[in-house]
T-cell receptor
Framework: GAGVSQTPSNKVTEKGKYVELRCDPISGHTALYWYRQSLGQGPEFLIYFQGTGAADDSGLPNDRFFAVRPEGSVSTLKIQRTERGDSAVYLCASSGTGYTGELFFGEGSRLTVL | KQEVTQIPAALSVPEGENLVLNCSFT??????LQWFRQDPGKGLTSLLL?????REQTSGRLNASLDKSSGRSTLYIAASQPGDSATYLC???????????FGQGTTLQVKP
């Protein structure tokens, strides 16, 4: 695609429910990143994929958060037993092979946990 | 642990003014530093990328400088326009993986 696509753009759920957020990176980009941005804050790193494998998942806050990228393209961020504190904008970014430093971000998925 | 701070948190200026946004970081062992722009409800757009070996980068009315020894970067915007109104984020990369540490951002308002 022309840019990084994220769905849904908005998700409202109840505490305790399961949520999946999807990211479709720029075609051909091998690296994919998930960040989380709370209101008034800068984005915080969650996880980074190089191809199909998670190269660095040190930013995942706890074991309720999990992400996959089974075919090295689309990625899904999965949140179990959602809590109100999970409410944030979840941003996805991708970059091409031979990392140049430039990340291309999607517009994010805004998650609200009631 | 790397920490990135941006001051001020918000800034309001009249159109046409030149302005400087500040970014400081605690660990000088960085791989690169990037400035992003974020419009309300939108994702991030990369403005300028400075590699650790560089001192500055320029794009149009924007100029970003990097001083690793003092742990500082500045984003200079010349002849500001209302269309420049947005939040500007500074982010530090400590390796060649795209894992970035962001500041909290400076929200800029340029008044006509």
């Amino acid at each position: 695609g022309a840019g990084v696509s994220q769905t849904p753009s908005n998700k409202v759920t109840e505490k305790g429910k399961y949520v999946e957020l999807r990211c479709d990176p720029i075609s051909g980009h091998t690296a994919l990143y998930w960040y989380r941005q709370s209101l008034g804050q800068g984005p915080e790193f969650l996880i980074y994929f190089q191809g199909t494998g998670a190269a660095d998942d040190s930013g995942l806050p706890n074991d309720r958060f999990f992400a996959v990228r089974p075919e090295g393209s689309v990625s899904t961020l999965k949140i179990q037993r959602t809590e109100r504190g999970d409410s944030a904008v979840y941003l996805c970014a991708s970059s091409g092979t031979g990392y140049t430093g430039e990340l291309f971000f999607g517009e994010g998925s805004r998650l609200t946990v009631l | 642990k790397q920490e990135v701070t941006q001051i001020p948190a918000a800034l309001s200026v009249p159109e046409g003014e030149n302005l400087v946004l500040n970014c400081s970081f605690t660990d000088s062992a960085i791989y690169n530093l990037q400035w992003f722009r974020q419009d309300p409800g939108k994702g991030l757009t990369s403005l300028l990328l400075i590699q650790s070996s560089q001192r500055e980068q320029t794009s149009g009315r924007l100029n970003a400088s990097l001083d690793k020894s003092s742990g500082r970067s500045t984003l200079y915007i010349a002849a500001s326009q209302p269309g420049d109104s947005a939040t500007y984020l500074c982010a530090v990369g400590s390796s060649n993986t795209g894992k970035l540490i962001f500041g909290q951002g400076t929200t800029l308002q340029v008044k006509p």
